[in-house]
């Protein structure tokens, strides 16, 4: 029996988000309970269902800490987490023969702006340079040359919205296998591009990128690769290598892992204008709302909380009351003090609150209102994607006027409609209705709304790029320079043999 590591680190942050995340942001599995993740659409469970499927292989699970996007975690929450990480790997590390790292890439610390780099050099210390280490990816990760020297491979999320979280585990549990059955010296060739990307032409499923992407996947599975993607970043991520960028891993042919990481990379810069968000402005877009017969969708991604926004800006809600908007909407705000006046006044209660602005009043000035409580919860739901836990503290619905508004104490992912339904809010028996994400899957809303609104407004994750102000990542950098230039060059790694 072989004995393989597993560990699982995971948070996307938002460097503009002016709320610092802590230690007790990460929920922490420790040991056996990473098995939960059996039958999951998670990496790890993806992972676990390919080592256990042989018999031969003994699974070492160490310790799994995951948080909701946030903004930069402190350098008191980065040394407690990750002294417990390397704590609990190096309990171990001694008697497995490999590892596998499940990480997302976009981390970012107070001090240490490249967390997974880190991570990945301590565990390749205690490992040794023999034995094999891959990792698995968001495709919105920053993938550092840090992290590049001490990996033997590694996997990249292919879709987007993500939808194959398992698959992308499991791709990356059989890459090793591979490694560690062979003698091969793997090659991985990186061609890093000077631009951040935003907007429906990521979609996989029919933007270009997803055509790029198909065409990563077919080298994998008609064997010419053992691995490739295209990492997009997380342009909210401010840090030194946010990029876009090919990575593309062959066993042991140099010459074919260059000439195809360049060729994707001259197919993908051009079209680096498409690929960004197709925005309009607020006011606009109430004006067309108020003549269609809806449903409509009021996407607002500059206050996304799965990449690292606050979730507390009622700029759309303020502009949609103050234009007189007819219809019936539905959205989603955090809003702890609203929440706790809502628990403390009981379900009937009418209510004087402000809604918004509770972390990032500066972008949001709180807005008052007076509402009636329709409904409490404990804000406990499960995403409908991954089917993982989310825990968004006292959560209440007020409605005022035309509006019903979930209201929740703690940032968590919205890319999914899960917290309406726990909450008793079936989207479709709204107007219109705010989603605080850039997209959901498309049975969500896109299948059935009339219209999809990207407005544009200030927000932690604004798609209009070259308003956040990023002062650390290399430039120029395509949107925030258009005199950004590119000259393919692939920069290759390669480990010694196993």
Known sequence: MRRILMLDCKQEISSFNPLPSQYENFHISRGAELLEHRGLNTEIGGALSVF?????????????????????LSAEGWARLSTEILDAVAAEIGSVDAVYASLHGAMGADGELDPEGHLLTEIRRMLGPDKRLAISLDLHGICTDRMLRQVDGLTLYHTYPHVDF??????????????????VRPIISRVVMPTLV??????????YYGDLIRECQRLERDGSV??????IGNPFTDVPELCSQVLVTTESDEGLAKAESIRLAQEFWPKRALMQANLIELPRA???????????????AADATSSGATGDSNLILKGLRDAGYPGRVLAQIVDPGAAAAAHKAGVGARIKVTLGGAIDPARFPPMPVEADVALLSDGKARLETMGTPLAAGPTAVLRF???TVVVLSRSVSLFDRALYYANGCNPRDFDLIVLKSPHAEFHMYDAWVEKNFNIDVPGATSANLPTLGHTICARPMFPLDE?????????????GSA
């Open 483 to 495: 005199d950004a230039a590119f000259t393919p060059e692939a920069v290759i790694y390669r480990r």
């Open 52 to 72: 256990e499927a042989g018999g031969d292989i003994e699974v070492v699970p160490t310790i799994a800490a995951r948080a909701g996007s946030a903004g930069l």
């Open 166 to 183: 398992a698959d992308t585990g499991a791709r990356a549990a059989r890459l090793l296998l591979k490694l560690m059955n062979s003698d």
């Open 226 to 231: 053992l691995a490739a993607g295209i990492s």
């Open 198 to 207: 935003r907007g429906n032409e990521l979609i996989t499923a029919k933007g």
């Open 286 to 300: 109430i004006a067309q709302a108020s003549t269609m017969a809806g449903p409509l969708l009021f996407t607002d």
């Open 401 to 403: 006027d035309n509006f």
